[in-house]
C-alpha cells in the first residue's frame, strides 16, 4: 500500500493561487501515474488531471485546462497541482491519487486508481 499524503489546501479569494502537493513518505512512486480529483459537497468525484510516470504527458479535464498546472518530480516522490485563477466553483476536497503500472490509460476514470490520499479541502470565495 502506498500512503499519500496531500498538503497546500485552504481558504483564499476568487483569482487566487494555490499550489497542491502530494507526497510519498519512503516510496518509490516513479512507476506510477498520478492524478488529482476532487469532491465538492453532494457532487460526485471528478476528475481534474493526471500525469505520466514520466512527467511528460499530461491530462486536463476541460475545468482545469489553462489554469491549472500538474507536475511531479520524482526524485523528491512527490506531486504538484498548481491552481491559478481559482472561482468559487473550485472550492472541493482535493485528492491524489496514484495508478499502479507504467501504462497511461483510463487516469480520468477514478476506479483505474490503487492508492489515494485523505485530501486536502481548497475553499475559494467569492
Known amino acids: 500500500q502506498v500512503q499519500l499524503v496531500e498538503s497546500g489546501g485552504g481558504l483564499v479569494q476568487a483569482g487566487a493561487s494555490l499550489r497542491l502537493s502530494c507526497a510519498a513518505p519512503g516510496r518509490t512512486f516513479s512507476s506510477y501515474a498520478m492524478g488529482w480529483f476532487r469532491q465538492a459537497p453532494g457532487k460526485e468525484r471528478e476528475f481534474v488531471a493526471a500525469i505520466r510516470w514520466s512527467g511528460d504527458v499530461t491530462t486536463y479535464a476541460d475545468s482545469a485546462k489553462g489554469r491549472f498546472t500538474i507536475s511531479r518530480d520524482n526524485a523528491k516522490n512527490t506531486a504538484y497541482l498548481q491552481m491559478n485563477s481559482l472561482k468559487p466553483e473550485d472550492t472541493a476536497v482535493y485528492y491524489c491519487?496514484?495508478?499502479?503500472?507504467?501504462?497511461?490509460?483510463?487516469?480520468?476514470?477514478?476506479?483505474?486508481?490503487?492508492?489515494w490520499g485523505q485530501g486536502t479541502q481548497v475553499t475559494v470565495s467569492s
Open positions: 491519487a496514484a495508478k499502479d503500472g507504467y501504462y497511461y490509460t483510463g487516469v480520468r476514470d477514478p476506479m483505474r486508481y490503487d492508492h
